[in-house]
């Protein structure tokens, strides 16, 4: 099976957020679905190449929120109920905030 | 009692209070522009003018905010997080969270009874996350941000703005002024967009309230009432809610001087 | 900014067919259909090798956009659409190929465009696109090992270059080229957020700062965001990138020199037809005909 490792998030001036999901270990139990306090996660079917498998997703309306939907969890201090869920550990997190000192008009 | 003075360097406006032991004497208020300094200045002159006092008279300067290195005058220096969270409980002793919507930071703080930090959340570095946002819609939408609050409280439907960025909510703006979508209604969604942010950084440090607004944005109708809705809770919101950040720290002078 | 059309790098409609191809002894015909939210591509692959490429400009309905292109690549070929067996639709979003026997990621059919494009050698793709930006690590042959997708920060978008070649008052394509001119590389603007590193921008103006050393510390933040993306997937030869950007010498280089890997040069596909930005139909095209022989190997 050729995985496909999806970053689900972004980067922008404030940091790095992102639920990282590795298709090859994933197998679409729904463990992080059930687990997540916010709904973020889903099981969908994607293609990889030309088969087709079921895995976990971020829906998409959440894809550019994640820094907010899953702030609550307290990612930065512990991992979050969807990655502590996972038997496969196909599901991780990553959050790391920009380091301050953004001077606009400041010098 | 003593007579102390707080300045806030915020990005946009520097803040002056003038407290003598709990009783707000003044306050002053200067555009920062790329100058600071001397809008530090000016800020701390008018104040005094208007309590009508000289600079000696005062014992001591407690500065916080952005630019704090700035400000020429600055006995001790307090973090924008306490100002907020002490200037949040004189003004209302029952307040345990605190919402600063600034120009270009936000932040949640929950505090104790005391005005002590327990927990804060810092939104920065990304203009969707403050005031900023606001006016850029304002832009886009071609109202002045002065009536963009009133104009939203007529909306009649509901849309949303999906973008989660600045920039890019300009074109969403543009392009529902071009679907004819009634400008207060899109003034809501402008106002909603950011509220459900500011909503979820609160319930990341957790809501306990009362919760004061304070800053800038919380002059805001919009604003106010977006949030409100969204955190479904009871908002607080003082006279002068962008002088919370230069009262907080003129109370921490006011500690620095014994008179806490 | 109301009303504009948002280009960048300007780019014209065009259609062509590549001479060689003859869609006459065709085992398979098979198209892929790439509609995004700017311009609207159709590939037409006759076994497996590209035949037909038309791109166009979307519409305001994506539904019409899809048949509009498809049909307006095919004028004039002989090739009718029902003479296509399988067709693969691709694009931002929530994409509307009425048409299409399937639809695919964005995300795979890059890939595997760029894959045919530049060779087997291809492990990662950057493009950089008008609102968004996508860092993809491939195989051998195209198919995705790991991905990411921004469009959530305009930070390196065509929309921030925008953003900037307005306030300096300088065309989008002479930004490159001027952010070059400079005797030493300043210091990266210290904000990515674009509405803060626009202000930023000012300030410097205000200190005297030429334009280009303006655009020289505004394309290095960028272009530092970019290889943070990049490096979030991991970085591997050969590089290639790909959207408006692509054109932009001044995030190019300075992307180069930060990840240490040359991208390969982008393909003579005036005459060849392999141009990067239909990528994405390219890849479609191809996987139409692996689906095909799939569902012909099951039947």
Redesign the interface.
């Known amino acids: 099976m050729t995985k496909i490792i999806a970053y689900y998030g972004y980067e922008d001036g404030s940091g790095e957020y992102y639920i990282v999901v590795d298709s090859a270990k994933c197998t679409g139990c729904g463990e992080c679905v059930k687990n997540c306090p916010k709904s973020v996660l889903e099981t969908a079917t994607i293609m990889v190449d030309v088969e087709e498998q079921k895995v976990a997703v971020v829906k998409e309306e959440y894809r550019r929120k994640i820094k907010y939907t899953c702030a609550p969890c307290k990612p930065e201090r512990k991992q979050p109920p969807c990655v502590v869920s996972c038997k496969q550990k196909a599901i991780t997190c990553i959050w790391e905030t920009a380091e301050p000192a953004c001077q606009s008009t400041r010098f | 009692m003593a007579t102390v003075a707080g300045i806030d360097m915020g990005v946009q406006n520097v803040k002056v209070v003038i407290l003598k032991g709990g009783e707000i004497l003044s306050y002053g208020l200067a555009p920062s522009g790329f100058e600071p300094e001397k809008a530090a200045e000016q800020a701390f002159e008018e104040a005094l003018g208007k309590a009508g006092i000289t600079p000696s008279q005062v014992v001591h300067v407690a500065a916080t905010g952005v630019g704090v290195e700035l400000a020429s005058r600055v006995d001790s220096k307090v973090s924008v997080v306490s100002a907020d969270a002490k200037a949040a409980v004189h003004l209302y002793p029952s307040a345990r969270t605190v919402v600063d919507v600034g120009a270009e930071e936000s932040r949640v703080i929950r505090c104790d009874g005391k005005g002590t930090v327990l927990d804060f959340a810092i939104n920065e570095r990304c203009a969707a996350g403050a005031g900023a946002f606001l006016e850029a819609m304002a832009r886009a939408l071609e109202v002045r941000l002065e009536d963009m609050g009133r104009l939203s409280l007529e909306a009649e439907g509901t849309v949303s703005i999906s973008a989660t960025c600045v920039i890019f909510g300009e074109s969403d703006v543009v392009s529902l002024i071009h679907k004819q979508v009634p400008k207060h209604d899109i003034a809501r969604a402008v106002y909603d967009a950011l509220a459900e942010r500011i909503t979820s950084m609160i319930h990341r440090v957790g809501l306990e309230p009362p919760v004061v607004l304070v800053g800038g944005v919380a002059r805001d109708v919009g604003f106010a009432a977006a949030l409100k809705r969204k955190l479904e809770a009871e908002i607080l919101i003082p006279d002068h809610p962008e002088m919370a950040g230069a009262l907080g720290a003129a109370l921490h002078a006011l500690e620095k001087v014994g008179e806490a | 900014?109301?009303?504009r059309e948002?280009e960048y790098w300007r780019w014209s409609e065009y259609r062509l067919t590549v001479p060689e191809v003859k869609p006459e002894n065709a085992k398979v015909i098979t198209a892929g259909i790439d509609v995004g939210s700017v311009s609207s591509k159709a590939v037409v692959m006759v076994d497996g090798q590209v035949y037909a490429v038309g791109v166009m400009r979307t519409g305001s309905s994506s539904l019409d956009s899809a048949r509009k292109v498809l049909e307006w690549t095919l004028e004039g070929t002989g090739v009718k659409p029902k003479d296509i067996s399988y067709i693969v639709g691709t694009g931002y979003g929530r994409v509307n190929v009425p048409m299409a026997n399937s639809t695919?990621?964005e995300i795979?059919c890059h890939a595997k465009g760029a894959n045919y494009i530049w060779g087997s050698t291809v492990r990662t793709i950057l493009d950089v696109g008008g609102?968004d930006i996508k860092a993809i690590k491939c195989?051998e042959k195209g198919?995705?090992?790991?991905?990411?997708?921004?469009?959530?920060?305009?930070?390196g978008t065509g929309?921030?270059m925008e953003?900037l070649a307005d306030l300096l008052k300088i065309p989008i394509e002479e930004m490159g080229a001027a952010s070059l001119r400079v005797d030493e590389e300043p210091e990266p603007v210290?904000?990515?957020?674009?509405?803060?590193?626009r202000?930023?921008a000012i300030?410097l103006l205000?200190?005297g700062w030429p334009k280009e050393k303006v655009l020289a510390s505004y394309m290095r933040a960028m272009a530092i965001?970019m290889c943070?993306?990049l490096e979030?997937?991991g970085c591997e030869k050969d590089l290639v990138i790909t959207g408006g950007q692509s054109k932009n010498i001044g995030i190019v280089s300075r992307v180069e020199k930060i990840i240490g890997i040359k991208p390969l040069p982008p393909p003579n596909w005036r005459e060849n037809g392999l141009d990067p930005m239909v990528a994405g139909a390219i890849g479609a095209a191809l996987?139409a005909k692996?689906?095909y022989e799939?569902s012909l190997n099951r039947a």
């Open positions: 900014m109301s009303g948002v695919l990621t795979a609102q195989d198919r995705v090992l790991s991905f990411l997708m921004n469009d959530k920060c305009a930070a929309r921030g953003v210290s904000c990515t957020c674009v509405a803060f590193a202000t930023e300030s205000r200190r965001r943070n993306l979030r997937v996987y692996a689906l799939k």
